[in-house]
């Protein structure tokens, strides 16, 4: 059974910090490389962190040096760090494998205001 659930966003003034967390089926998590993707209202939704089963790292250019993706591979359980928040980052964040599976999860909304 494939389960996606993440978790830990809200609202936040600018220059602000989450945890976002994601609880993963060991079918979509185990030895794949697993991503946050964000989609904001009106727009498409996109990648902004990915992670492989080894612990490599990749960002997008607009979080690079504020974001932070892990995953513990024992719980199944991958997170994103997100320091410095910017309005631009108000979103609903989603994790999935990467290419994605075509179950997606709830997400969690992120909020970035004053």
């Known amino acids: 059974q494939v389960q996606l659930v993440e978790s830990g966003g809200g609202l936040v003034q600018p220059g602000g910090s989450l945890r976002l967390s994601c609880a993963a089926s060991g079918s979509i998590f185990r030895n794949n490389v697993m991503g946050w993707y964000r989609q904001a209202p009106g727009k498409q939704r996109e990648l902004v962190a990915r992670?492989?089963?080894?612990?490599?790292?990749n960002y997008a250019d607009s979080v690079k040096g504020r974001f932070t993706i892990s995953r513990d591979n024992a719980k199944t359980t991958m997170y994103l760090q997100m320091n410095s928040l910017k309005p631009e980052d108000t979103a609903v964040y989603y994790c999935n494998r990467l290419p994605s599976a075509a179950y997606w999860g709830k997400g969690t909304l992120v909020t970035v205001s004053s």
């Open positions: 992670i492989t089963s080894g612990g490599t790292t």
